[in-house]
């Protein structure tokens, strides 16, 4: 599965405003909601389930806040910058401001492995972060975000 799977440019989001891990994930969730076909409350608190049983802020500055969801027909992301900043309780500490947001479909299993796997790699690269931190223009990440894809998937 490749990035270009999981997004579109309606669901890049250049700046998102929040000054904390629960108001990022709550306006994730808005904006996710009618991409994904479901409401805000549904995936919010499947997003709180999963920050519950510890931390999707892989390092690095980034995370990638992920749940599963009944009424999703396919895998899908969302990309988000934040202006600043927030601490997400990520593993080494750091605040985060590049986010993934993935959401699956709740008996997707493999496939939900993979598209985690694949963010999480994507988001370790730290020149293709640098280039992300680099812009607030919504065409020019959303193009890095697919440029990076295609070249992995040669």
Do not use: W
């Amino acid at each position: 599965m490749e990035i270009t799977d999981l997004i579109t440019p309606s669901s890049i989001i250049a700046n998102l405003r929040a000054t904390t891990k629960r108001q990022a994930l709550q306006e994730l969730a808005r904006r996710a909601a009618p991409l994904a076909g479901t409401s805000e409350t549904t995936i919010f608190d499947a997003l709180i389930a999963r920050e519950q049983l510890g931390t999707t802020g892989i390092g690095g500055g980034t995370a990638v806040p992920h749940g599963r969801l009944a009424a999703i027909g396919r895998p899908m992301a969302l990309f988000a910058r934040l202006e600043k900043p927030i601490d997400f309780e990520a593993i080494d500490a750091q605040p985060v401001d590049l986010i993934f947001l993935l959401l699956t479909a709740t008996d997707a299993g493999a496939e939900h492995l993979k598209a985690l796997a694949r963010l999480s790699r994507f988001l370790r690269d730290r020149a293709i972060c640098a280039k992300l931190r680099g812009t607030d223009d919504t065409d020019a990440i959303y193009s890095i975000l697919t440029d990076r894809a295609a070249s992995h998937a040669a």
